[in-house]
């Protein structure tokens, strides 16, 4: 488990760098730690593969949901309302304050 949540917290943080056109050193040791190639006896099964993808899937779909949550809010610079949906700018508040009016709903398909 600790394996785990230390290879997200890099993924994370190098994920958020790559983002903002950063690049990340690598810590002093990391050349004595990792092995000079790979090994030729490790193989990697379809089974890991999907397991590896699902995980991936997983831990990353919040952070690309949210990434672009933010992005899309970042584009209002006031409170809006495009039909029924209300628009903010990040860190503000707005809410639909009386029905919705039947010329403006759309009918489910």
Same mark, same amino acid.
């Given at each position: ?34 092995? %000079?190639?790979?090994? #030729?006896?490790?193989?990697? +099964?379809?089974?890991?593969?999907? *397991? =590896? $993808?699902? !995980? ?27 039909? %029924?949906?209300?628009? #903010?700018?990040?860190?503000? +508040?707005?809410?639909?304050?009386? *029905? =919705? $009016?039947? !010329? ?6």
């Amino acid at each position: 488990m600790t394996r785990r949540c230390l290879l997200t917290a890099t993924v994370f943080a190098g994920s958020i760098a790559l983002l903002h056109g950063q690049s990340i050193a690598p810590s002093p040791g990391w050349s004595r730690a990792m092995p %000079p190639d790979a090994d #030729a006896t490790v193989t990697i +099964t379809e089974s890991y593969a999907a *397991h =590896v $993808a699902r !995980d991936a899937s997983v831990w990353a779909w919040p952070l690309v949901n949210i990434y672009n949550k933010r992005h899309g809010a970042e584009q209002s610079k006031e409170l809006a309302y495009a039909g %029924p949906v209300p628009a #903010a700018p990040p860190n503000r +508040t707005v809410m639909l304050t009386d *029905h =919705v $009016a039947a !010329d403006e709903r759309k009918p489910w398909k």
